[in-house]
């Protein structure tokens, strides 16, 4: 419980032994601010102080004990004392430091000390303390051993410094060549491999990093791994002469006439340079199955082509089917070599297929990139930006297929039928942006008045197979031969 | 100042730092070696200081080990092999293939 104060003072003596100044700052101390002083609360303190007087006056006259008042100030000088001591020694310690460490002396001496003496003027002699039993040349044995043992880290460290900078200059010449070659490495050694730059929007930009191995060579870590698995297109004959896939699920049906695929290339250079190519070779054929079951999906599902439940498409042609699958990279060769086929024969009839199928995928590719170069056309222009579907792949090379087979098959039927064919024409349209447009033939009968008939094909341009036109008025659609067959009959008579 | 100005800078001062540590360490090793007027605790004492001194030296080698590889990296990557110009002739030479061999996919007939 805080004693009161009384704001003026009660006892002269007492009072007159604190000067003004110290007075006030109590009070303030103890009632706060002169500001909040009340008259109401004065008032009480005045009838509090008499009743105190006396009672004071009374223990006065009956002991000698010392008063509150005075054991406070005897207390508040002892503390004084004792606050004077500590900072005197402090001092003489900060001084003392301030010989070995200026700063931490300094930081802990008193202003009045630092502007009176100077930091480290007071030096104590160090004690010499003999070691007892051991001579001082015994100083010179513990020099030599530890100056063995520096020479001795110092050459293990050297010896493995040297290792490392071998390393290093191995790692470094790769990664020379690397760029060199045309590999766009940056400053954290990622390397973009893979086509995101060239026009492909596939979701693995193929990206990786080269880590230093430890024979100091680079390598290159791919950041998503893949299996070493390319596109394989295998061409099977029917032996039974159906058409049908559906009417034909008998593998044995079926004699496996072509095989083919694309196989990596080894290059010039370095190790690290090989994997860089053949991380591309891979990504790319994942690429493309992964374009051409998309394909399949959108466009072709309805067209004789089906995808399987291990993900192989089956194209089913006139006479025989296509199979396009992924294979292991090592497994393929032998296979081919089972059906003693080149998968790098020309003649080999899946070899066409296959080698079609990847340069429509770098076709696809240009294109796409010059659609990103090409201005953008205005928001309210009519014609839109080209999507960024892929363009078809596998469709055209179907079509064509379908198309040949069409136009032999026409061939032998108007010869079977003694007409003379005067000319057998490609009239597709030339498109110069894409080499695989929609295909079209036209076969011109010597007869009077001429007859035309044209083919196309149902899988790139979705309409009817065959066109006549006699006179120059075209027929309506004819869905197959036999109906062609009818109609050239009516028409030749 | 530029880019490559602030680099090239702190690349140079660091150099400085441990060339400056290591001929440091190596004046220490030397000074290190007088006994004289030495009491036997303070040679002690300076044993574990050849120690340290040896360890600084190592590591400023390693520091500049770590830049060199630094200055590799600044030179050897970020650079870009200029775009050779496409010849339009392999490009013509490209396409003739592909559509050489799109025309040959007819003559899988003959196989069926």
Known sequence: MSVPVSVEPTNA??????????????????????????????????????????????????????????????????????????????????????????????????????????????????????????????????????????????????????????????????MLTTVKSGEVVNRNLQIRYGFRDAGSVYHDKGDGRFVRQHEGHAKLVPNTERLSRRVAVSVFANNTGSTSAIESEDEEEFRLVGRACVEHSDILGPDVLQSVSFERYKLFEEELMHNLIQET????????????????????????????????????????????????DPKNPAFSVCYALHFLQLEAYERRLHQWQSEPKPLNSAEKRASQEMPPLLGPVLARIQCASLLSRTLKLLEIMKLEVVSTENISESNSEYLCGPIRNRIILNCDPQISITLGSTIDSGVAEFKAEKKGVSTAAI??????????????S | MSNNDVRLQSLVSQVDDATARFLMNE??????????????????????????????????????????????????????????????????????????????????????
């Open chain 2, 27 to 112: 004046l220490k090793l030397v000074k290190l070696a007088s006994n004289k007027d030495k009491s036997l605790a303070t040679v002690a004492a300076e044993t574990t200081e050849i120690e340290s001194s040896t360890s600084g030296i190592v590591r400023a080698v390693e520091d500049l080990l770590v830049i060199s590889r630094r200055l590799k990296e600044a030179w050897v990557l970020g650079q870009r092999k200029p775009n050779e110009a496409v010849n339009s002739d392999d490009l013509e030479r490209s396409r003739q293939t592909t559509q050489d061999i799109i025309s040959q996919l007819s003559s899988i007939n003959e196989w069926l």
């Open chain 1, 13 to 174: 003596a007492k009072a007159r032994d604190v000067p003004l100044d110290q007075l006030i700052a109590r009070i303030t101390q103890e009632r706060g601010s002169f500001a909040d002083l009340d008259e109401r609360q004065l008032e009480k303190d005045e009838e509090v102080e008499p009743t105190e007087d006396e009672s004071k006056s009374a223990t006065d006259a009956g002991n000698d004990e010392p008063t509150f008042y005075e054991k406070r100030a005897q207390l508040s000088g002892a503390v004084g004392a004792a606050l004077n001591e500590a900072a005197l020694n402090l001092d003489l310690v900060s001084l003392l430091v301030s010989g070995t460490r200026l700063e931490a002396g300094v930081s802990t001496m008193s202003p009045a000390l630092r502007a009176q003496i100077a930091p480290g003027s007071l030096n104590a002699a160090a004690v010499q303390t003999p070691v007892p039993g051991l001579p001082n040349s015994a100083g010179y044995g513990w020099k030599i051993m530890a100056y063995d043992q520096a020479s001795v880290y110092l050459e293990a460290a050297s010896k493995r410094l040297r290792g490392e900078v071998e390393l290093e200059q191995q790692f470094w010449t790769d």
């Open chain 1, 297 to 344: 999906r959108n466009t072709l599902a309805a067209k004789q082509v089906r995808i399987t439940d291990t993900g192989k498409l089956v194209c089913t042609i006139f006479g025989g089917k296509i199979e396009i699958e992924m294979e292991d990279i090592n497994t393929t060769n032998s296979m081919a070599n089972m059906s003693n086929l080149n998968t790098r």
């Open chain 1, 479 to 492: 869905n197959d031969l036999v109906e062609l067959e009818a109609w050239l009959r009516w028409a030749s």
